[in-house]
C-alpha cells in the first residue's frame, strides 16, 4: 500500500516544481513587462474586421458532439483492454474467445456508424447516404 | 486517525466543496471544471484505497472524456463565450431530489456499515488481479456492457441525426 | 526515508526537470536547423555559435513582452489555461526510465522518477488531460478564432487518443505489464518495433496527431484559424504554450523510445556503466524526434476532414485487428501448437487480401452517378 503511494511522491514533487516554475515565471513576467492595453488591443483578433460573434445558435457542426460521444463509447472499449492484456496469458484461449466476442459486438456499432454517415467529414454535410437516398429519390421522380 | 485518513479526509472536503460550486457557479464552464475537481477527488480517493487502476480509469474516462463531452456540448450549444453568465432559475426542484437522492444513499451506508467504525482491509489491487477477476469471474456482466455499449453507440447516432423534411 | 534520501530524490526531481527545459530548448534549434538544412536556408545564425541560444533568446523576448487579456476574456480561466497545457506533458514524463541507476553516496539512485504499476495508463491519463489546456484556453479567449481552433484541436486529439490506446494494449499483451520497467525488461532480447511494428507505425502517427505536429497541425492551420487556440495568448503565457507542445514532443518520443524501441538498451562497453543507457536512451529519443522534423519538412498539412477519416476509419480498425491478431499469434500456438495456426493465420490473411479488394466494389456509389 505505502509503496504503491510511495511512487506518487516524486510525480508530486515534478508537479509542484512544474507549477513553481510556471507560476513563478508568469509572476515575473508580470512585473518586468509593460502594460499599456487599449480598447483596440483588448478586442477580440478578428484580422482588422469588426469583432462579430458566431450565430448564437447552431454554433458548430453537430458532428464534433458525435465525435466527443463516440470517444468515450471507444474509450471506455480500450479501458477494458488494459487489464485484459496484462492477464491474458494466463486467461488463455477462453480470454481470447471472450475478447473477441466482446469486439465483435462494438464492431457490429462500428459498423452501423460508419454506415450512418457517423465517420464522414466531407463537406456536403453529417449524412451523405442521406443525400445519396434523397438523391435517388429526386432521379425517380423526375 | 492515520495519514490515510487524514488524507481522505482533505480530499472528501475538496470533493464536496467542488460538488457544491458545481451548482452554485453561475457559468456553466466554471461548473464543468468544478466538476472535474469532484471526479479527480473520486479518483484520488480510489487511489488511496489501493485501486490504483481503478483511480486512474476514472481519471481517464470521467475527466478525460465524459466532461470534455459536457464541454464540447456546451460550445456546441449556447456556451456563453467569456463572461456572459448562463443560468437556471429553477433551483429547488432539482435541489430537492438532490436532498433525496443524498439522504437514500446515506440511509443505504448506514444499512451497511451502521455506525460502527466501517474499517476495510486495503490492499494494492494490480492490474493483472482486476484482470483476472473481471475476465473469469464477472464475464457475463463484461460481455454484457458491449451490449450497452452497442445501444449507446446507436443512441449517439440517433441523436446527431437531424430530421429534415 | 532520512535526509539524504529527500535529497537525493529532489536533486532527481530537479534534474528530470532542467534536463526537459535544455531538451526542449536544444530540440526547438535543432528543429529549425534541420527544416532549414531541408530547405537549403542558414536557420538561426545570431545568438549563440551557430544559434544554439536561439530559444533562450525568443524565451528572454516573450518574457518581456505585453500580456494581453482580451476585453472579452474570462479572466480566471484565460489565465490558468497556459499552466494546465503545461503540466501534463512534464508529468507523463516521470514515469519514463531514460537509463539504468547510479550509486551516490551509497544509495542507488534510478534514473527514472516513479514506476508505478499503471505506467501507461498514467501517460494516456496525462495525454488525455492536454485537451484541456486546449478547450479551455480557446473558450475562454473570448474570440471565434481560438473557439474554433479548440473545438477542432480537440477533436483531433481525443481521435487519435484511441488509435494510440491501441497500439499500447498490443504492446502490453506482449510485456504482460503496465509497468514501463517492466516493458523494458521484457525487450532484452528483442526490441518491440520488430514483432509490434504495425502498433509502432499506428502509435507513432498517432503521437504526431496528439502533439498537434505536421502534418497534423490543423489547430494552427494560420490560413483559415489564424493560430488556433492560442490565437490570444501573447507573451509568456504563449510561451508556456509553446513549451508544453515540445515538452509533449519529447514525451511521446520518450513513450516510443520505452515501448517499441527496447527504452534505453543496447550495446555497451564496460566503462562507467550507468553512462551508456542514458546516451543510448537520448541517441533513439533524437532519432524518433528527427524522424517527426523530417516528416513536417516533407509532408503539406493534411484536410480536416480527412484527418478525421484517417482516425476513425483507418487508424482504429486496424489497431483492434492488430491488437486480436496479437492476441491470436500469443495464444494459439500455446494451445494447438504451431502448424495449424501458421496454416489459419495464412488463411486468415487471404481473407484479409480479398476484403481490401471488395470494400471499395460494395461502396455506394456516389450520388452522382445514380442517374446514369
Redesign the interface.
Known amino acids: 500500500m505505502r509503496g504503491m503511494l510511495g511512487e506518487y511522491l516524486p510525480i508530486a514533487l515534478l508537479a509542484g516544481l512544474a507549477l513553481l516554475f510556471a507560476v513563478g515565471s508568469l509572476a515575473a513576467s508580470a512585473l518586468l513587462r509593460p502594460s499599456r492595453p487599449t480598447p483596440a488591443k483588448l478586442a477580440p483578433y478578428e484580422c482588422g474586421i469588426e469583432p462579430v460573434r458566431l450565430p448564437a445558435g447552431e454554433r458548430f457542426s453537430v458532428r464534433f458532439y458525435l465525435v466527443a460521444m463516440l470517444f468515450i463509447i471507444f474509450d471506455v472499449e480500450v479501458i477494458f483492454l488494459f487489464p485484459w492484456a496484462v492477464a491474458f496469458r494466463e486467461l488463455g484461449l477462453f480470454g481470447l474467445v471472450e475478447m473477441a466476442v466482446f469486439l465483435a459486438l462494438v464492431l457490429v456499432a462500428y459498423v452501423y456508424v460508419w454506415r450512418g454517415g457517423g465517420l464522414d467529414w466531407s463537406a456536403e454535410g453529417p449524412r451523405p447516404r442521406a443525400t445519396h437516398e434523397r438523391a435517388r429519390e429526386v432521379v425517380r421522380a423526375g | 486517525m492515520t495519514a490515510q485518513e487524514y488524507a481522505f479526509s482533505v480530499l472528501a472536503l475538496l470533493g464536496v466543496v467542488a460538488a457544491v460550486r458545481v451548482v452554485t457557479a453561475r457559468n456553466v464552464v466554471h461548473a464543468a471544471l468544478y466538476l472535474v475537481a469532484t471526479l479527480a477527488s473520486v479518483g484520488a480517493a480510489y487511489l488511496l484505497l489501493g485501486a490504483e487502476f481503478v483511480g486512474w480509469v476514472q481519471i481517464l474516462i470521467y475527466v478525460g472524456a465524459i466532461v470534455i463531452l459536457f464541454l464540447f456540448g456546451l460550445m456546441l450549444t449556447r456556451a456563453p463565450i467569456g463572461r456572459e453568465a448562463l443560468d437556471n432559475p429553477g433551483r429547488l426542484v432539482p435541489a430537492l431530489i438532490a436532498l433525496a437522492v443524498l439522504a437514500g444513499l446515506v440511509g443505504l451506508l448506514l444499512g451497511a456499515f451502521g455506525w460502527g467504525d466501517p474499517r476495510v482491509e486495503l490492499a494494492h489491487a494490480p492490474t493483472g488481479v482486476v484482470g483476472e477477476s473481471l475476465f473469469r469471474r464477472y464475464v457475463l456482466p463484461f460481455e454484457a456492457v458491449s451490449f450497452v455499449l452497442l445501444a449507446a453507440l446507436i443512441g449517439a447516432i440517433v441523436l446527431s441525426r437531424k430530421d429534415e423534411p | 526515508m532520512d535526509l539524504l534520501d529527500w535529497a537525493l530524490?529532489?536533486g532527481?526531481?530537479?534534474v528530470?526537470?532542467a534536463g526537459l527545459l535544455v531538451t526542449v530548448m536544444l530540440l526547438i534549434w535543432m528543429e529549425r536547423k534541420v527544416i532549414a538544412d531541408m530547405q537549403t536556408r542558414m536557420g538561426p545564425m545570431r545568438a549563440g555559435p551557430r544559434g544554439v541560444l536561439i530559444t533562450l533568446a525568443d524565451g528572454i523576448k516573450l518574457?518581456?513582452?505585453?500580456?494581453?487579456?482580451?476585453?472579452?476574456?474570462?479572466?480566471p480561466?484565460y489565465?490558468i489555461a497556459?499552466?494546465i497545457a503545461?503540466?501534463p506533458a512534464?508529468?507523463a514524463f516521470?514515469?519514463i526510465p531514460f537509463g539504468t541507476s547510479v550509486t551516490l553516496f551509497g544509495r542507488e539512485v534510478p534514473f527514472q522518477?516513479?514506476?508505478?504499476?499503471?505506467g501507461?495508463?498514467?501517460v494516456?491519463?496525462m495525454a488525455?488531460?492536454g485537451?484541456?489546456g486546449i478547450?479551455?484556453a480557446g473558450?475562454?479567449?473570448?474570440?471565434?478564432?481560438p473557439?474554433?481552433g479548440?473545438?477542432?484541436s480537440?477533436?483531433q486529439i481525443?481521435?487519435y487518443?484511441?488509435g494510440m490506446?491501441?497500439a499500447l494494449?498490443?504492446v502490453?499483451?506482449y510485456s504482460?505489464?503496465?509497468r514501463l520497467s517492466e516493458i523494458v525488461e521484457a525487450q532484452a532480447r528483442v526490441w518491440n518495433v520488430i514483432p509490434q511494428f504495425p502498433a509502432f507505425v499506428v502509435y507513432l502517427i498517432a503521437g504526431l496527431a496528439e502533439t498537434n505536429r505536421p502534418p497534423f497541425d490543423l489547430p494552427e492551420a494560420e490560413s483559415e484559424l489564424?493560430a488556433g487556440f492560442h490565437?490570444?495568448y501573447s507573451?509568456?503565457?504563449f510561451?508556456?504554450f509553446y513549451l508544453g507542445e515540445y515538452v509533449n514532443t519529447v514525451t511521446v518520443a520518450s513513450v516510443a523510445v520505452t515501448l517499441f524501441l527496447g527504452g534505453w538498451r543496447g550495446p555497451a562497453p564496460d566503462v562507467l556503466p550507468w553512462v551508456w543507457p542514458l546516451l543510448w536512451f537520448l541517441a533513439k529519443v533524437l532519432a524518433v524526434v528527427y524522424g517527426y522534423v523530417w516528416v513536417r519538412a516533407t509532408l503539406p498539412r493534411i484536410r480536416?476532414?480527412?484527418l478525421?477519416?484517417f482516425g476513425?476509419?483507418v487508424l482504429?480498425?486496424f489497431g483492434?485487428v492488430w491488437?486480436?491478431l496479437t492476441?491470436?499469434i500469443?495464444?494459439?500456438p500455446?494451445?494447438y501448437g504451431r502448424g495449424p495456426v501458421v496454416a489459419g493465420a495464412a488463411v486468415v490473411f487471404g481473407a484479409l487480401v480479398l476484403a481490401s479488394v471488395a470494400a471499395p466494389l460494395l461502396r455506394?456509389r456516389?450520388?452522382a452517378e445514380?442517374?446514369r
Open positions: 530524490l529532489l532527481r526531481v530537479a528530470v526537470f518574457f518581456f513582452k505585453e500580456g494581453i487579456v482580451p476585453a472579452e476574456a474570462d479572466r480561466v489565465l497556459p499552466v503545461m503540466l512534464f508529468l516521470a514515469v522518477l516513479a514506476d508505478p504499476s499503471i501507461i495508463l498514467w494516456l491519463a488525455s488531460l485537451v484541456y478547450v479551455l473558450w475562454s479567449s473570448g474570440s471565434n478564432y473557439l474554433l479548440a473545438v477542432r480537440s477533436a481525443i481521435s487518443e484511441i490506446s491501441l494494449v498490443a502490453l499483451m504482460g505489464s503496465l489564424v490565437t490570444e507573451g509568456i503565457r510561451a508556456l480536416f476532414d480527412r478525421m477519416a476513425w476509419k482504429i480498425p483492434l491488437v486480436l492476441g491470436a500469443v495464444v494459439l500455446d494451445v455506394p456516389p450520388a445514380v442517374g
